[in-house]
T-cell receptor, first 114, second 121 residues
Framework: KQEVTQIPAALSVPEGENLVLNCSFTDSAIYNLQWFRQDPGKGLTSLLL?????REQTSGRLNASLDKSSGRSTLYIAASQPGDSATYLCAVAFSSGSARQLTFGSGTQLTVLP | GAGVSQSPRYKVAKRGQDVALRCDPI?????LFWYQQALGQGPEFLTY????????KSGLPSDRFFAERPEGSVSTLKIQRTQQEDSAVYLC???????????????????FGPGTRLTVL
């Protein structure tokens, strides 16, 4: 079974710190990988999408990398702010999925302390 | 522009009742997905539509779950004879592309609605 794993499950950091969230997946044959943010009681907000042929994507203070051969992605958040507090979800569209449906990790719950 | 919308946002049902959950995707989006999210977990795939065709329903947990998208836009997820284990958040997502086509981010990116929180008593 294809799986996506996120470590750690929860992370608490002081404001201003740079941090890295980790995502690993069991099959290197993927279409793309997306990072999402989910606030309590809300839907998912797409942060970054990395295509299979790409190594990284950047948006503002966020940088996501992809290493298909090792089955890993990282989300780097620079100069964290209290407003970054949320659950961050990694999701992979495996090539075996005809619908390009996403397989999600369980998320990392981030708390940025003021 | 308008994003993906879902209604109702919250639904409480008694065990055994039928429920219908609605999704309005982004206008012009070909692909529509339904996911189920249990508390503290990531969403899990239920079913996929390309326009009005339901091409993958491998994630539907039982034959009590039924989805349709008759005109290729709005979709409805119906759950018959609800059980307590059906309690979850049901998320709808849409994307511009057809599954199977290569393309850039703008075609493949999935955009999610706010979800419907279903509680079965």
């Amino acid at each position: 079974k294809q799986e996506v794993t996120q470590i750690p499950a929860a992370l608490s950091v002081p404001e201003g710190e740079n941090l890295v969230l980790n995502c690993s997946f069991t099959d290197s044959a993927i279409y793309n990988l997306q990072w999402f943010r989910q606030d309590p009681g809300k839907g998912l907000t797409s942060l970054l999408l990395i295509q299979s042929s790409q190594r990284e994507q950047t948006s503002g203070r966020l940088n996501a990398s992809l290493d298909k051969s090792s089955g890993r992605s990282t989300l780097y958040i620079a100069a964290s702010q209290p407003g970054d507090s949320a659950t961050y979800l990694c999701a992979v569209a495996f090539s075996s999925g005809s619908a390009r449906q996403l397989t999600f990790g369980s998320g990392t719950q981030l708390t940025v302390l003021p | 522009g308008a994003g993906v919308s879902q209604s109702p946002r919250y639904k409480v049902a008694k065990r055994g009742q039928d429920v219908a959950l609605r999704c309005d995707p982004i206008s012009g989006h070909v692909s529509l997905f339904w996911y189920q999210q249990a508390l503290g977990q990531g969403p899990e795939f239920l079913t996929y539509f390309q326009n009005e065709a339901q091409l993958d329903k491998s994630g539907l947990p039982s034959d009590r779950f039924f989805a349709e998208r008759p005109e290729g836009s709005v979709s409805t997820l119906k759950i018959q004879r609800t059980q307590q284990e059906d309690s979850a958040v049901y998320l709808c997502a849409s994307s511009l592309s057809k599954a199977g086509l290569a393309g850039d981010r703008s075609y493949n990116e999935q955009f999610f609605g706010p979800g419907t929180r279903l509680t079965v008593l």
